[in-house]
């Protein structure tokens, strides 16, 4: 393992602290982390000094000490500790970066990197500095500082944030990644009318933890508060302050809680699946506004496993059953989405079929908050052609007494048969003979309901996804691909 330091941990007033460690990119390179020099602008002294407004720093690494060259990243931030920009930053905060350097030069922390902190009267902040090197080893500073804000937010008076929803993302570690099996791009319908073109993303799993819990709420009154302290409690009476972020004001307020304007991501390594958890957003002014609360339970990590036809088998029928395992009553969900893709491996870069034309093939086994009876399925999906949804199986006739079953389950085992273009959208009626295929799922996902909330979805344990901009705007392109030949 790489080095990890923290230095600057004040007792009492710190509860607890996070060491980050991380793999060393080389074994048999130093684990030393690299040591900071962080000041004002080279020479005048920071910590414990006070600022107005705007905070100067330079920092620099100490370049007579050991460590491993190039640094790849030194972050820095005011009130949170820093690092990937999709955890930490929000709509109204972010914190700075510098990448491939062992000299900030002179920079400074003002606007979005110092909203909601501070007060007129100077406050009592941590400026915290993370530093990896080319090795993984890292290096984390907390200094305090007096920071005085003088933002006229402060004398506003603040309404309570409104439809707070906090939902858990639960991320499962990937078996595979595209490789020679897939294209490194792959262009495929992605919506109604719509072609889109994905490439890996390089963006890991949040530090520390493949599981968080996003915060989105509105704020529609004209008058904007100072800030949003974001709290978290585990039984809804006692509550712990998590995170801030700037405060605003926006008009616009999405009925898609993961649409809503603000938001703060909550990826404290104590998150635990099965645990319910309670959020509320406080908006600070002159006043203090608190929210209702809202409430999610995150999932543990979900896999559905690519049964069959199997990888590297010959033979398979011109129009195959693709099975894959559903574990959705093992995890504690209420459903899962799939999408599937069919390659040509020929052409190596033609799609022969894609499910519901890019459009997520829906199945619940029975639970309790599903509203369908123990032992008993729905599949379902928007489908193109009719531009409306399709239930494909109904094992109990809840939505159609005709009980279709054009998408079989097996409850017992766990298992859904997607059979070849049951959806009439494939390009041939039936696969060439004595082709090769690849076949992979492009979307799976689990989810839960949260009946006390309208039945919204307050968890999700995402297995494969391709986009960084919808949805939960993080890409896990990580799948299985399985190889197949038809036969006669």
């Not at 309570?160 to 020679?180: N, S």
């Amino acid at each position: 393992m790489a080095g990890s330091l923290v230095e600057g941990i004040r007792v009492p007033e710190m509860a607890s602290i996070t060491l980050i460690q991380k793999p060393a990119f080389d074994a048999t390179a130093t684990t030393t982390p690299p040591t900071l020099l962080i000041t004002q602008d080279g020479n005048t002294p920071l910590e414990g000094e006070t600022f107005t407004n705007v905070i100067p720093f330079r920092v620099q690494v100490d370049t007579s000490k050991d460590y491993v060259r190039p640094m790849r990243y030194i972050y820095v931030a005011l009130g949170r500790t820093p690092g990937s920009a999709f955890v930490t930053n929000s709509a109204t905060w972010t914190r700075r970066i510098f990448t491939d350097t062992e000299d900030t030069g002179n920079q400074a922390l003002s606007g979005s990197n110092v909203a909601g902190f501070g007060s007129t009267d100077g406050e009592t902040v941590y400026l915290e500095v993370v530093a990896y090197d080319f090795n993984e080893n890292r290096s984390h500073y907390i200094l305090p500082i007096t920071f005085i804000n003088t933002n006229p937010t402060q004398a506003n008076a603040v309404q309570a944030p409104t439809q707070v929803a906090a939902t858990a993302i639960t991320l499962t570690q990937a078996v595979g990644f595209y490789g020679v099996k897939a294209p490194a791009k792959i262009r495929v319908p992605v919506a109604k009318g719509q072609v889109g073109e994905l490439a890996l993303d390089p963006m890991a799993v949040p530090e520390g933890s493949n599981l968080y819990v996003e915060v989105r709420w509105c704020y529609t009154d004209t008058t904007a508060p100072f800030a949003f302290d974001v709290e978290r409690s585990t039984d809804g009476t006692n509550w712990t302050r998590v995170g801030t972020v700037g405060g605003a004001s926006n008009s616009n307020c999405p009925d898609n809680p993961l649409d809503r304007p603000f938001f703060f991501r909550d990826a404290s390594p104590d998150l635990t699946p099965g645990q319910t958890y309670y959020y509320r957003v406080v908006a600070r002014g002159a006043n203090s506004a608190e929210s209702q609360p809202s409430s999610t339970t995150p999932l543990p990590p979900f896999f559905a496993p690519l049964l069959s036809p199997a990888d590297e088998s010959t033979g398979v029928s011109r129009t195959p059953d693709f099975t894959i395992g559903h574990p959705q009553l093992g995890i504690g969900a209420d459903g899962a989405a799939y999408n599937l893709v069919l390659w040509d491996t020929l052409t190596g870069d033609s799609v022969a079929w894609q499910s519901l034309a890019g459009y997520n093939l829906l199945v619940e086994f029975g639970t309790p908050d599903n509203g369908i009876p123990s032992g008993e399925a729905l599949v379902y999906g928007f489908h193109p052609p009719t531009n409306g949804v399709v239930f494909f199986t109904d094992t109990a006739g809840i939505v159609d007494p005709t009980k279709p079953n054009r998408v079989p389950v097996d409850v017992t085992q766990g298992t859904v048969s997607i059979p070849y273009n049951f959806d009439g959208l494939a390009q041939l009626p039936a696969l060439q003979a004595l082709r090769s295929y690849a076949w992979q799922l492009y979307v799976a996902y689990a989810y839960k309901y949260n009946p006390g909330e309208n039945y919204r979805i307050s968890a999700y344990s995402i297995q494969t996804w391709p986009s960084s901009t919808t949805f939960i705007r993080i890409s896990r392109p990580g799948t299985q691909v399985f190889d197949f030949t038809t036969g006669e």
